[in-house]
């Protein structure tokens, strides 16, 4: 389906931007059959992904590279915010994060509404429920029945986000720990890219990327729908290539260069230097992602 088929508005409530007309689900399911995978080949969706998906060292080095900061970001979110062990991954894919944290003695689980995904994640010997996770919030037993919900790079994918974020709410124990990862959209760096360099606004992704956040948007989601946020990280400004002149958007090798030198920058730092650098640039708003941490107040 063509981005021109859709406007991106404001959500009136919390401030989010997101795609007019949300598109149906048939249409999303269609576009992962059909399209989504090819793009990820070609490097114009999920180059984590792709990455893994060339197994070999590509995919070794992106999983140490993983393991050593977002793995280990999580992990640290968990010791300090975390109430117990008990952890679900919504969205978890083939449940590599799952595994890691299993290793670390969570009680992990999964939900994962891809098939494929999940049946490998099950096959791994990871318990996974196949299918929507606002039907799973609702099933017998499952409210506050858990310490810590994972979303990394999820919510921004759902059709309903305030839905998602109220079914964290219902299963998470009191002051049980919410992490979410997604993109930071319409971020200053990139309008600045876009308006020095005349590109377009190449981080809309249509129909699969459906709410694009920044800090201020997904914090005032998750204040007003039952959390308080603790802790707010980013990661490296990829933005910053572009200004410099190192054109990633419409060159695949020069993008593969710049993931390269970004991942030698976050290597050569502690992790705590590197999260006190990533904490600044949350707190300016700049970053490729959002990294919050929220717990569950307490209801009156």
Not at 120 to 128: G, I, M, T, W, Y
């Amino acid at each position: 389906m063509s981005e021109k088929e859709y406007d991106i508005v404001r959500q009136d409530e919390y401030g989010f931007r997101r795609l007019s007309p949300v598109p149906s689900n048939s249409a999303i399911e269609e576009f992962y059959d059909e399209q989504y995978y090819d793009l990820v080949q070609e490097g114009k969706r999920g180059p984590d992904i792709g990455r893994l998906m060339k197994g070999g060292a590509p995919a070794e080095e992106q999983r140490s590279w993983q393991e050593a900061t977002l793995y280990a970001d999580v992990c640290d979110s968990l010791a300090r915010h975390a109430p117990g062990k008990r952890v679900l991954e919504v969205g978890c894919g083939t449940g590599d994060l799952l595994l890691h944290l299993r290793d670390l003695d969570h009680e992990v689980s999964g939900v994962e509404i891809a098939k494929a995904a999940a049946e490998f994640a099950s096959a791994r010997d990871l318990s996974v429920h196949h299918g929507s996770f606002e039907d799973y919030a609702q099933q017998d037993g499952m409210q506050e029945s858990l310490d810590a919900v994972l979303l990394m790079n999820v919510l921004e994918q759902t059709r309903d986000p305030i839905d998602v974020i109220r079914s964290c709410e219902r299963v998470l124990a009191p002051g049980g720990a919410l992490i979410i990862r997604s993109g930071n959209e319409f971020n200053a760096l990139q309008q600045a890219a876009c308006e020095s360099l005349q590109k377009r606004q190449w981080w809309v992704s249509t129909p699969d990327q459906i709410n694009y956040f920044s800090f201020d948007s997904l914090s005032s989601l998750l204040e007003g729908e039952g959390f308080e946020v603790a802790d707010s990280r980013s990661d490296f400004p990829m933005e910053m290539f572009l200004l410099m002149g190192y054109d990633y958007i419409d060159t695949p090798d020069v993008g593969k260069e710049c993931h390269e030198r970004r991942v030698k920058f976050e290597m050569s730092l502690s992790p705590e230097t590197r999260r006190h650098i990533y904490r600044s640039f949350a707190a300016a708003g700049i970053g490729r992602c959002v990294f919050l941490v929220a717990t569950k107040k307490a209801r009156l």
